[in-house]
């Protein structure tokens, strides 16, 4: 007889699935070392209205990830590094949103039910790579996730729907804007539009109660921020909300839309919530004029699913919580499926990552006693070949304890009715903790900028009137900034400059020709096994004018105190 999943086992396997891969490394490219930075100036200048990269205001997003992010690294600041503690808001957020998915399905579906929804969401490729780094976008799923929760108890009697209907609702606009009130809003009329079984007073009653709750969320940090600047309240509403919808900043932002992006992304990206949704609503399809549950879920989908196709800006992350409204739809399928489905579910993530788990452990073993990694073109397209990869006794043997309740696992998982999709989470988790423990080291060494800037450190020579620079993005300039302590003056915004050093971002290995002056090349690097992008440092050798002035943001500053250890 066939078994549900014990609740202790699904605890054990979120805790097992969040932890990996939030301390242990360096800010990483692309989306980590902006975000980090702007946390990191935050705690420097004490500035919590603006979000600030690098010492320029940076308005695309509100500043819910950056507060949580700076509150958690100042709190750990005595036994982890900075970006380890700001690193800690993905892991809080994310456990959040397992926690109210949890919920969530229990009240549509029954008790018991919840912790299937949770299986589902952890095996969900998609959510893999979002969760566990600094990413804005993590909180923006949590308050979707938390406003889910608010709509399974809409039809109750109660004030506590509407309350977390707004939580949910505050958070989600406070992480990205007006993305997740604009569909939660939608949501709220299709509903009872398209489905007699909302149009009741429990209903219209929850939606007041939220929009009371939420009213504070969505004015206090925008009046605050129009207070203080006008021009900068325009470029975050203006432009980085209505402006990347409706597609007229797109060119300037980035993260265009393709008419195929969605269509192309949606069959791994929801993988394996979008197939249990579908079957859930065919098995279930006679019940749907009357199943609150499959109607939210089914409206939820839609309405988010169509916001994005008809958006002009696009990026996976800006999709995730199409995935807890198909893990809330099909939430029975999960212990539901046919025997066969479940079989053959099961074996075939067996086959996908026994494999995964093999070749990590045969590489990592062959660099620990060789120091060589397989000359695999694989492994040289996107790592560098020279690290030499160090013997760490105890992610080892987590690594190792994970590999061996993994495949002790596979005696257990026939007698479960949820067999396929708890195989799938199993794999998804063991794979994340390979790689948060084993090879964790040697991608930070390709990711991170640490090493390239501490290379040029010993070259950067005393500076008189400014550091000016070129070409360095949003992710590069807040490393300089962390690493060196220097803020230096753009030449895309200050072309006219008076400044003696130079630090050149380009493409390629060839230095850049400089006319108009006697610039010098003293240095040049770049990340390791990074073949694309390359710093030049240069120097100039007459003086500059005597008017030139230091600027309060050009100046180099003392190193930070980690680096002056």
């Not at 209505?242 to 993260?255: E, K, N």
């Not at 199943?291 to 939820?300: D, E, I």
């Not at 003696?500 to 690097?525: F, H, M, Q």
Request: charged share 15%.
């Amino acid at each position: 007889m066939q078994r549900p999943v014990p609740l202790f086992f699904v605890l054990v396997l979120a805790i097992a699935y969040v932890l990996p891969g939030l301390i242990g490394h360096e800010p990483w490219k692309q989306d980590e070392n902006y975000i980090f930075g702007i946390v990191y100036h935050m705690l420097q200048s004490g500035d919590w209205i603006v979000p600030q990269n690098a010492g320029e205001p940076f308005m695309e997003k509100p500043p819910l990830y950056y507060w949580v992010a700076a509150g958690l690294a100042w709190l750990d600041r005595s036994w982890l590094p900075l970006p380890d503690g700001a690193r800690l808001a993905s892991g809080l957020f994310t456990s959040l949103t397992l926690f109210f998915t949890g919920l969530a399905a229990r009240y549509f579906w029954g008790a018991g039910v919840g912790r299937y929804a949770v299986i589902a969401l952890i095996a969900s490729f998609g959510l893999l790579y979002e969760s566990h780094f600094m990413i804005a976008d993590v909180p923006m799923l949590t308050g979707f996730t938390i406003a889910c929760y608010g709509y399974a108890r809409s039809l109750e009697r109660s004030v506590w729907p509407g309350f977390w209907l707004g939580t949910g609702t505050g958070v989600g606009f406070l992480a990205k804007g007006l993305l997740i009130p604009g569909v939660l809003g939608v949501i709220a009329v299709l509903l009872p539009v398209v489905f007699s079984t909302w149009r009741r007073r429990e209903y219209v009653n929850a939606l007041l109660i939220a929009g009371m709750v939420c009213l504070p969320w969505l004015l206090i940090w925008p009046v605050a921020l129009y207070l203080r600047s006008p021009h900068l309240f325009y470029d975050w509403f203006w432009l980085n909300n209505v402006g990347r919808f409706l597609g007229f900043s797109v060119p300037q932002l980035g993260a265009d839309n393709s008419a195929g992006f969605w269509p192309r992304t949606l069959p791994w990206f929801t993988f394996p919530v979008l197939p249990l949704a579908l079957i859930n609503l065919w098995q279930r399809r006679r019940q749907l004029p009357h199943n609150f549950a499959l109607q939210f879920g089914l409206v939820a989908f839609l309405s988010y699913f169509l916001l994005m196709q008809f958006s002009a800006s696009a990026r996976t992350a800006y999709g995730l919580p199409m995935l807890t409204a198909l893990a809330l739809l099909g939430t029975p399928a999960v212990s539901a499926l046919s025997e066969r489905i479940n079989r053959y579910g099961d074996y075939g993530s067996r086959w996908l990552f026994a494999p995964l788990v093999i070749v990590s452990w045969y590489v990592w073993c062959r660099m620990v006693l060789t120091g060589s990694p397989p000359a695999w073109p694989i492994l040289k397209r996107y790592l560098p070949v020279n690290f030499h990869m160090p013997l760490q006794p105890l992610p080892a043997l987590l690594a190792l304890a994970a590999t061996l309740i993994y495949f002790l696992g596979w005696i257990w998982l026939p007698q479960l009715k949820s067999r396929a999709v708890t195989s799938l989470a199993l794999g998804v988790t063991l794979f994340w903790i390979m790689f948060g423990t084993l090879w964790l080291p040697w991608v930070d060494y390709a990711k991170s900028y640490r090493s390239v800037f501490i290379a040029m450190r010993p070259y950067i020579p005393p500076v008189r009137y400014c550091i000016a620079s070129e070409g360095l993005g949003e992710s590069t300039r807040p490393m300089l900034e962390y690493y060196l302590g220097i803020l230096t003056r753009r030449r895309e915004l200050y072309p006219h400059a008076a400044c003696d050093v130079l630090i050149i971002d380009g493409r390629g290995k060839n230095a850049p020709y400089l006319t108009g002056a006697s610039w010098e090349l003293i240095w040049s690097g770049s990340r390791p096994g990074d073949d694309d992008e390359t710093l030049w440092l240069y120097v100039k050798h007459h003086n500059a004018p005597e008017h030139a002035s230091k600027s309060r943001i050009d100046a180099v500053r003392l190193l930070p105190p980690f680096l002056s250890t």
